[in-house]
């Protein structure tokens, strides 16, 4: 990481946007601490090595866990680094930085609402509680409070984007003629496309289960709210990716020692995210009674097509690597991989991060093959994959472009170099373990979210090993994660200590084709907006209006299922209720 | 628009997976037959299951020389028949034959899955799951719910078993129906 004397740094540059950036940064990993904990916690219990909670309280902290990394961690880091993309690539400041710090607070009000309904589920003395998971489908019922903070982040997160649309709009008038900076360009169709995927979430949440969780509808369809979640809820992980792959194209080739390969590919890859991301939600469900085989293989074909920016993407990262590498004299067919900073944690962590999406996209290409997916649905396969996608090559993409990033935003230097470059190995090899283990007790038909994988009236057929030696290595794995992240969270919090000094600034250089070699349209981000609407309406109408025609907009949908409010009639349950903390410290004692 | 020769290779070979990706789903569908869960079922009330002419008393019923439907309704937390830990009968059908599966839920979403084999649905209240599966050999499988549905979810399973023809004729209880009135 040597750096560029003569280059100010972001935070020098930009003193109130940096502080920005920090504080969203500060509530991520906040976030991903606690959804760490929840994490281990869940991996001890599941194999049955260590219990610190009732089973019945699992499902509280698989919502924790759930919640917390894939949309407080995920998206408060992704405005962070969104807000110094645009700033850093149009060179100019947002219009009005009071704006800019009220949707932060916005987004951090909800969090919180939706954290503390959470939390509730485990204090028996509230009576809140909301372990509905991150697919929150009805009739399962989360405290209002639960909804309520879902709609202000979302609120948030639109106004963050008005922010950014509003900064370009400035810099355009000032630049009638130039191509949008290709980090702008990222950011803004990123933000495009979570505008569109959002429309689901924000109609079920604000005119179905909001009104639902108080009370002034009696119930809900429950297929209808379970689709236009799914609408919201594959986009959204490539509103998880972009950010990661924002790194990749415009951070990582730097790192290696080079620069981007082709800028209008990059440009080409954003665009098709725009118009393929969300019309293929129903992929997630193939096995949904209610919806023809028809739409079905609608959403397969846009899925599969939906490899292609990834495949495209996989191409150009590696050759602007290459390059890197060749820059840095690295020579042969394969010989330049040793030429590159493998000692720089900031590389070797986006790197792991990209193998290890190479192996997750394999296993959701299983996933997308309409009838193949019979097999794996709800096993354990599908948690075994998203490790590997948001689990991996994001937040292992995060992490590393932190060590990259974090000493522009805060004019001090990282505490330990050679401890973040075992924290990303560490992760790597956690990984590796845990979602093996995943893939293959899915395939045994093993389900995902539950307490107990052993059932009293049968045993799974497995080739070798056993379920318990999976089980070992999903807790192995699970135990290298959570040291991973301690790791990761005390390295930072040292490196608050550390003194300030100049000289830590990075320059980023230019790609080596760059937007000139690619066609204007590319930049006309009304027409593919309006593409993209259109392909939405050609893949949702259908679907929708044949669920709301078979059953109604709100049912039949049977009763709500507050269900840590009416504890469980089944003999067990109610005496494994008891104080979580009690049960850990006698744990320790 | 520059786009490199290799890049161009790499581009056409992607997109010859993905159109053979989609051909052998399509293979499935059409050549081997592997029909999804569809719309095909009817729409029911959850809370009036009791009064419905087949979830009313659910169980297996012989509707060809060899072929059975089987009516399975899914509670917070056991299936109606199938959870034999919580009282219900097994589910038993004889070996070799075609057995369809009419699946519903009295109250959450949940999901019905033959451990180790690929017959698989989601149960959601309103809708009937529909699943035709040809059964082999005599096996006893186990059946797990598995989309959560409460802070029970874990006790939710359940038994289906495959037994030789003249075994499923020979046991009386399990002529006609069964699991109804456990």
Known sequence: ?589 | MHIHTYEKLWLGLSLLLITGFVATITYGALGAGVEMVDDSGETVDPDALGEHPDFADPGVEQVGPNEYDVYVVAHRFYFEPGSSTQGFAPITVPANSTVNFYITSADVVHGFGVAGTNANTMVIPGEVSELTVEVGEPAEYGIVCNEYCGSGHHTMEGLMQVVPPEEYNGTGSQTERLGGDS
Do not use: C
Not at chain 1, 87 to 94: A, E, H, K, V
Not at chain 1, 229 to 237: I, K
Not at chain 1, 244 to 251: E, H, N, R, S
Not at chain 1, 444 to 456: D, K, L, S, V
């Open chain 1, 1 to 589: 990481m040597a750096t560029e004397e003569g280059t100010p740094t972001f935070a020098t540059r930009y003193p109130e946007e940096a502080s920005v950036v920090r504080r969203a940064f500060l509530v991520a990993f906040v976030a991903l601490g606690i959804g760490a904990l929840a994490g281990i916690i869940q991996a001890l219990h599941r194999t049955n090595i260590l219990r610190l909670i009732p089973s019945a309280d699992y499902y509280t902290v698989l919502t924790l866990h759930g919640v917390l990394l894939v949309i407080v961690f995920t998206i408060f880091f992704l405005v962070g680094v969104f807000q110094w993309a645009i700033t850093r690539s149009l060179d100019r400041s947002p219009p009005n930085i009071t704006f800019t710090k009220t949707w932060l607070a916005l987004m951090s009000l909800g969090s919180l609402l939706t954290g503390a309904a959470i939390i509730s589920g485990v204090i028996s003395e509230v009576d809140a509680s909301a372990d509905v998971l991150f697919t929150f489908y009805a009739p399962l019922q989360a405290h209002p409070l639960f909804y309520a903070g879902l709609a202000v982040f979302l609120v948030g997160t639109w106004l963050a984007g008005v922010d950014w649309f509003r900064t370009w709009l400035g810099w355009r008038r000032e630049h009638p003629d130039e191509r949008i900076p290709l980090q702008a360009f990222m950011v803004l169709t990123t933000m495009i496309m979570w505008y569109i995927a959002t429309i689901g979430v924000a109609v079920s949440v604000l005119f179905f289960l909001l009104p639902w969780s108080l009370g002034f509808i009696d119930q809900v369809n429950p297929l209808l709210t379970r689709t236009l979640f799914w609408f919201f809820g594959h986009p959204v992980v490539y509103f998880w990716l972009l950010p990661a792959y924002l790194l990749w194209y415009t951070v990582m080739p730097k790192i290696a020692g080079g620069r981007l390969f082709s800028d209008p590919l990059a440009r080409v890859v954003f665009v098709l995210f725009v118009l393929l991301s969300t019309p293929v939600g129903i992929h997630h469900q193939y096995m949904d009674p209610g919806i023809a085989q028809g739409f079905k293989f609608i959403a397969m074909t846009n899925t599969m097509f939906l490899l292609l920016p990834s495949l495209l993407t996989a191409f150009t990262v590696v050759a602007s690597i290459e390059h890197g590498a060749r820059q840095r004299g690295g020579t042969g067919l394969l010989g330049w991989l040793r030429a590159l900073p493998w000692r720089d944690p900031a590389f070797t962590g986006m790197a792991l991060a990209g193998l290890m999406f190479a192996a997750g996209g394999f296993s959701g290409m299983v996933n997308a093959g309409m009838n193949i997916n019979y097999l794996v649905h709800n096993t354990l396969w599908v948690p075994g994959h998203f490790h590997l996608t948001v689990g991996t090559a994001v937040a292992l993409t995060f992490m590393a472009g932190t060590y990259w990033l974090w000493p522009q935003l805060t004019n001090r230097r990282l505490y330990s170099r050679p401890i973040a470059l075992a924290q990303v190995v560490l992760w790597f090899g956690g990984m590796a373990l845990m979602s093996n283990a995943m893939h293959v007790a899915g395939l045994f038909g093993i389900p995902r979210r539950t307490a107990e994988p052993q059932y009293q009236g049968f045993e799974f057929a497995t080739t070798f090993g056993g379920v318990s030696e999976l089980n070992i290595q999903l807790a192995l794995g699970g135990t290298l994660l959570f040291v991973s992240t301690l790791l990761f969270l005390s390295n930072l919090a040292l490196s608050l200590a550390q003194p300030t000094r100049s000289g830590l600034g990075q320059r980023l250089p230019a790609a080596l084709s760059g937007p000139e070699d690619s066609p204007r349209v590319l930049d006309n981000l009304a027409l593919w907006s309006g593409i993209a609407v259109v392909l939405v309406v050609l893949a949702y109408a259908l679907p929708l209006g044949s669920i709301i025609a078979d059953s109604g907009l709100l049912g039949p949908g049977g009763a709500a299922y507050p269900a840590a409010l009416t504890p469980d009639s089944l003999a067990g349950l109610q005496a494994a209720v008891a104080d979580p903390v009690v049960r850990a410290l006698e744990v320790v004692a």
